[in-house]
């Protein structure tokens, strides 16, 4: 569970993170993640999560939302049959936190900055 997250912070289940991170579904985080693009998300980014098959992804793009989807992205992913929501982190963070122990395997992304 996502305990807490401000610009650039986030606390999961009581680790501290400072840096974009990936939740797969089994629970692993991996910290850094980093974009090839910097502020654009292109599917080589998310080749740890899609090796990992999650049925749902939800996508933080940032405080403000500056980190955006590469146009037909989701519809790749969503292809690919893996649900995906794109929302600022904040909001993210929420949503993440509300599809816990729903059915189904559950992925995250989040951009802690902009």
Not at 19 to 47: A, C, F, Q, Y
Not at 52 to 80: H, Q, Y
Request: with cysteine.
């Amino acid at each position: 569970m996502i305990e807490y997250y401000s610009f650039g912070q986030m606390l999961v289940d009581g680790q501290e993170y400072g840096k974009d991170l990936m939740i797969l579904p089994n629970g692993e985080i991996v910290s850094p993640w980093w974009r090839k693009t910097g502020h654009e998300l292109i599917l080589p980014d998310l080749e740890i999560i899609v090796t990992a098959k999650p049925n749902i992804l939800v996508i933080g793009t940032g405080s403000s939302g500056l980190m955006r989807p590469k146009p037909g992205l989701i519809s790749t992913l969503e292809s690919m049959g893996t649900k995906t929501t794109v929302l600022p982190t904040k909001q993210a963070v929420n949503e993440y936190n509300s599809l816990i122990g729903t059915e189904g395997k559950l992925a995250a992304c989040f951009h802690l900055t902009c």
